[in-house]
């Protein structure tokens, strides 16, 4: 079992950053990919950026590419989310998750935290 809780959410502005860091409990963490999903209001929960087991590789959404970076710290339980040149059509509901490996389909993820708001101002 795996609990996970995002934080460093909040309202900034266009252009600005946010770095958002999802902790896990247990001693499994480390053998997780582990990913970000979003959700904006009246749409699909979609796939953001994902990182493998030991951080070695990472892959993102082409409409992210270049803005955000993963990165884990598997000493702390730790996977952070980099944002910068945040845009409005960032603005979303972004959920951390854990899955089995460096999947992009929310069905393949185990574990979901509860989410944090980002929220991009013009």
């Known amino acids: 079992q795996v609990q996970l809780v995002e934080s460093g959410g909040g309202l900034v502005q266009v252009g600005g950053s946010l770095r958002l860091s999802c902790t896990a409990s247990g001693r499994t963490f480390s053998r997780y990919a582990m990913g970000w999903f979003r959700q904006a209001p009246g749409k699909e929960r979609e796939f953001v950026v994902v990182v493998s087991w030991n951080g070695g590789s990472t892959y993102g959404a082409d409409s992210v590419k270049g803005r955000f970076t993963i990165s884990r710290d598997n000493a702390k339980n730790t996977v952070y989310l980099q944002m910068n040149s945040l845009k409005p059509e960032d603005t979303a509901v972004y959920y951390c998750?854990?899955?089995?490996?460096?999947?992009?389909?929310?069905?393949?993820?185990?574990?979901w935290g509860q989410g944090t708001q980002v929220t991009v101002s013009s």
């Open positions: 998750a854990a899955a089995s490996f460096a999947a992009t389909t929310r069905e393949d993820y185990r574990y």
